[in-house]
């Protein structure tokens, strides 16, 4: 089974990238802790989106897939249960 | 008062920055979900890190200098109180 | 299709339901912030087995039934999707 | 110094209380998994809330008090840092 495709999440990515460099800026430039806090916590709010639309066309397309073919269902839970205790 | 200088928090996050692009190459190639999902899990375990020393700095430094000069204790308590709510 | 049955999870949830009341003790006893937020934690991570072990289950069962009935998939990922999301 | 009084968090406590004893009903009568993880949501979100009061409190009473006395501000830093951490 081919891998589903995530193009559609390069865009959030790539904001996320700037997000970064944004908060690299503000050390650069001395901006005070609690800004720069604020800003880390808009990042991790960004990262946690993406994620779960990643983890959401696992579900849809991985998941369903797994049961029509030669893919095992309960080792795909497994796997996913795994990551998500991480 | 000045604010502490976060420059030795630098180095991490360029490493993030570069995790994110390993997440973006990773979307470009066709990669499969869960293996995408663990990197942004190790992408947001360094964010975590990162956010950590921040607050302990301005725990440190900016708390501690709140009590001995014009600025006011309570309301920079407020402030984090407020920042690690979100 | 019937529920699946949680009831090897009770016996976490009773012991979640002492740690509860530990923490109401250690409040009674006028014990230091510190050891009280440490149980919190303890607590906050018991429970977030349980809700691990309860979503296990949920994938493994119900998912997976929604294939081969009159249920359908893709409401049941949409369901679980949002209550991740919370 | 003696500890700072959370006797106002008892409420709230016997509410937690409430809420968990609520989930193992919810296991007993045989519930929806995704009904019985919505109420879990509810019950983790009711412990971060009194968990944040109680760091609030802390905050406020010992990291003050912890400069005009005999005590070390910076070992409380560094409690609550590794308290944060876990």
């Not at 908060?23 to 960004?46: R, T």
Request: charged share 35%.
């Amino acid at each position: 089974m081919k891998n589903p495709c995530h193009k559609d999440k390069l865009t959030s990515l790539r904001r996320i990238e700037g997000q970064v460099r944004g908060v690299q800026n503000m050390i650069e430039e001395g901006k005070y802790c609690v800004d720069i806090l604020n800003q880390i916590k808009a990042l991790k709010n960004s990262i946690i989106t993406v994620e779960g639309k990643i983890l959401e066309t696992h579900l849809r397309e991985c998941i369903k897939g797994s049961l029509d073919g030669s893919e095992n269902f309960d080792l795909k839970i497994d796997e996913i249960i795994k990551t998500m205790k991480r």
